[in-house]
């Protein structure tokens, strides 16, 4: 099918390739699989460790209670995988009065085997599915988006002579897909510095546009956002991050679209400032690391570690080093939160990085 794209319109620029390999309704790679764990291609925090999930959840009530303890509520995680990250929030907030009373629970999801985890872990509760954030209905709200944005699809611009030029998935005379750059300058251009040959810089409209539409939310109902992922406050090009993941190996990302996971580390000034724009004040990044041992999760792991059995204490402690330690996801993911301009900032969080203009 890309294929056949390619010949009738020419080479495809690396976020429609995205788009179609990850999201095509059909045959893409989210929606047709469970990628999570290890029989799928990779694993998130969630499923390392319940603490992960537990302390995120303490930062949830906490929040909801400094912003007056709204009724009801929206708790929103954006891709939610196996429904593992709500579990555990849900099981370490059922004793903070009125929170489970006041949420009401919606999952965007386009994955029907996704789904189906979700509804199994879930069963006994409401859930409201959505296709994206604008189908969640209005209301307070407390959002989730862990490991979310690095799957949406991305523009890579190379520098050359032309300026920036949009690098495209083509076909070879072989007729194997390969990368092309596109022979005129690309617009996306003209919001970087001026090109230096060879240099890679992404750019990602559809993570832009889906941070304005949350800070937006947030802005005109209130609440608050947690995004994780890994990336940087990128000040200049970022460089070419994408990588393609099949069987918790790296693979080539031209090599079998739809059966392989394909990321690109974040950029989260871009984020920061799309949300910015929508209304909401932004804190962070912080590294993850440095986000978690702040909530506890120290203390948390060695409460399990009390009960454990020896394999689950040496898991426990491996997935403690893999969360939190710099030389694992502890640098390398950060964590950026967003809030209302006059609400108290979200805990954890001393002063805004960016205010609404």
């Known amino acids: 099918m890309i294929a056949e794209e390619i010949r009738r319109g020419g080479p495809l620029p690396l976020d429609r390739f995205m788009t179609l390999a990850l999201h095509h309704p059909t045959h893409g790679y989210y929606r047709t699989r469970d990628p999570l764990g290890a029989g799928g291609d990779f694993v998130t925090a969630p499923e390392l460790s319940q603490a992960f999930g537990e302390v995120i959840g303490a930062w949830l009530a906490r929040a909801w209670l400094d912003l007056g303890q709204p009724t009801p509520f929206r708790l929103v995680e954006l891709g939610p995988g196996r429904g593992t990250l709500l579990e555990d929030v849900l099981r370490a907030t059922r004793r903070v009065p009125g929170f489970h009373d006041g949420l009401r629970l919606h999952l965007v999801e386009t994955g029907e085997p996704l789904r189906a ?22 209301g307070p709200l407390l959002l989730l988006a862990n490991e979310f944005f690095d799957a949406l699809p991305v523009h890579q611009l190379v520098g050359s002579a032309r300026g920036w030029s949009e690098r495209c998935v083509a076909l070879g005379d072989d007729g194997r897909l390969e990368f092309r750059l596109a022979a005129a300058a690309s617009p996306l251009g003209a919001q970087l510095p001026e090109a230096t040959r ?12 889906l941070a304005r539409a949350i800070g937006g939310r947030i802005a005109d109902d209130g609440g608050v956002a947690l995004v994780i992922d890994y990336g940087a ?35 989260f000034r871009a984020l920061a400032q799309a949300a910015r724009d929508g209304g909401a004040a932004v804190y962070g990044p912080v590294p993850q690391g440095t986000f978690l041992s702040s ?63």
């Open 117 to 138: 985890i979700q509804a199994t872990r879930l069963a006994g509760r409401h859930v409201g599915w959505h296709a994206g954030l604008a189908e969640v209905p209005p």
């Open 198 to 209: 060879g240099a890679v810089a992404e750019v990602s409209p559809a993570r832009s546009e």
């Open 233 to 267: 406050w990128a000040e200049g090009p970022t460089g070419d991050t994408l990588q393609a993941t099949r069987g918790h190996a790296p693979c080539d990302p031209l090599d079998a679209p739809g059966s392989a996971d394909l990321t690109t580390h974040v950029d």
């Open 295 to 357: 909530l506890g999760i120290h203390l948390r792991t060695a409460k399990l570690l009390e009960q454990a059995a020896p394999a689950q204490r040496r898991q426990l402690r491996a997935a403690l080093f893999r969360l939190t330690d710099a030389s694992a996801m502890g640098e390398l993911f950060k964590v950026l939160a967003l809030g209302h301009p006059t609400a108290p900032a979200p805990p954890g969080f001393a002063a805004p990085t960016l205010r609404p203009c």
